[in-house]
């Protein structure tokens, strides 16, 4: 490793060119030099990621390299699984230097040389979620974030990682509901956290979970302006969850049906007092509330969150 990366590019790069010639094949397998090549280009990869002599880190070109070499892996030795480790090497090198366009180019090579070349749904899952938080975190795509947090979740659960699939799917549903698209994009978030619902009692995990699925729910069909469906999702919460039927949570998803119906928005504004002395409304929450909020109100009314 006491070449220089250049150097070692420029020697991976003539092995990777096809073999030509009957008289050269006999005396080298095409195979091996292709392998060599890949073993280059990683070599160059790391020194690029450590730094040589004088020169810094640089994770971009280290991340190229690793692209290189997947290439080769998956085009002329079609080694599918080496080639999707190498392309999972160099999202995670840019994604390091912030290059996130180009991480989540690698990213979802990778994720295809799982799933399409390989059928490795499981472990392909993990990539997949992660492109989520990029897509989600990093660039504000929250539609894109949503379809790969939806798609892992699928992965997930034809895996039986239930509790896994859920983190996804309730992700998906957040996001989901706060782009405002269309009340159609709020009915496949409230199928989904129903969904969450049913999976989480059947494996009867913990009721602050649940909880939160209901209260969701429920908010929801308020921004819908369905009370009745609300009423409904209260009184099967209540039922389900008997010994929490007076929780917080179902306290205020109460209060709000009445100040719905009676369009009182100071009752509303301190039924949410109330809540966040006792758990802080988040972000989604509070979103949410505002959009109830604009049904009860006309412009130029006080702020109540």
């Given at each position: 490793m006491s070449q220089s990366p250049e150097k070692l590019i420029q020697e991976a790069e003539n092995k990777s060119k096809p073999v030509t010639g009957f008289l050269w094949k006999l005396i080298s397998s095409p195979e091996d030099q292709y392998?060599?090549?890949?073993?280059?280009?990683?070599?160059?990869?790391?020194?690029y990621r450590l730094g040589t002599g004088s020169g810094k880190q640089?994770?971009?070109?280290?991340?190229?390299?690793y692209v290189k070499a997947a290439d080769v892996s998956f085009e002329l030795l079609q080694n599918f699984n080496e080639a999707a480790m190498n392309f999972v090497e160099g999202y995670k090198l840019y994604?390091?230097?912030?290059?996130?366009?180009?991480?989540?180019k690698c990213l979802k090579k990778g994720i295809d040389c799982f799933t399409v070349k390989m059928g490795q749904f499981r472990r392909a899952a993990n990539y997949q979620f992660e492109l989520g938080e990029i897509l989600e975190l990093q660039l504000q795509d929250y539609s894109e974030a949503?379809?790969?947090?939806?798609?892992?979740?699928?992965?997930?659960?034809?895996?039986?990682?239930?509790q896994l699939s859920n983190k996804c799917?309730?992700?998906?549903?957040?996001?989901?509901?706060?782009?405002?698209n269309s009340e159609n994009d709020i009915f496949d978030s409230i199928?989904?956290?129903?969904?969450?619902?049913?999976?989480?009692?059947?494996?009867?995990?913990?009721?602050?979970?649940?909880?939160?699925y209901y209260l969701k729910i429920g908010l929801l069909q308020l921004v819908l302006t369905d009370t009745v469906a609300a009423e409904r999702t209260l009184e099967e919460a209540q039922q389900k969850l008997n010994d929490d039927k007076d929780s917080k949570e179902f306290q205020l998803l109460e209060k709000l049906?009445?100040?719905?119906?009676?369009?009182?928005?100071?009752?509303?504004?301190?039924?949410?007092?109330?809540?966040?002395?006792?758990?802080?409304?988040?972000?989604?929450?509070?979103?949410?509330?505002?959009?109830?909020?604009e049904s009860l109100m006309n412009t130029g009314e006080d702020d109540l969150l």
């Open positions: 392998e060599e090549a890949i073993d280059l280009y990683v070599q160059a990869a790391k020194l640089d994770y971009s070109k280290a991340a190229s390299c994604k390091m230097d912030q290059e996130f366009e180009f991480a989540i949503g379809r790969a947090y939806k798609m892992a979740g699928d992965w997930y659960l034809q895996d039986n990682a239930l799917y309730l992700k998906y549903a957040d996001l989901l509901s706060l782009q405002n199928k989904t956290y129903k969904k969450l619902v049913e999976n989480s009692l059947s494996k009867n995990t913990n009721t602050w979970g649940l909880k939160d049906i009445e100040c719905y119906k009676e369009q009182d928005l100071d009752l509303m504004s301190q039924s949410l007092m109330q809540f966040d002395k006792f758990q802080k409304l988040d972000n989604w929450k509070t979103t949410i509330l505002l959009k109830i909020k």
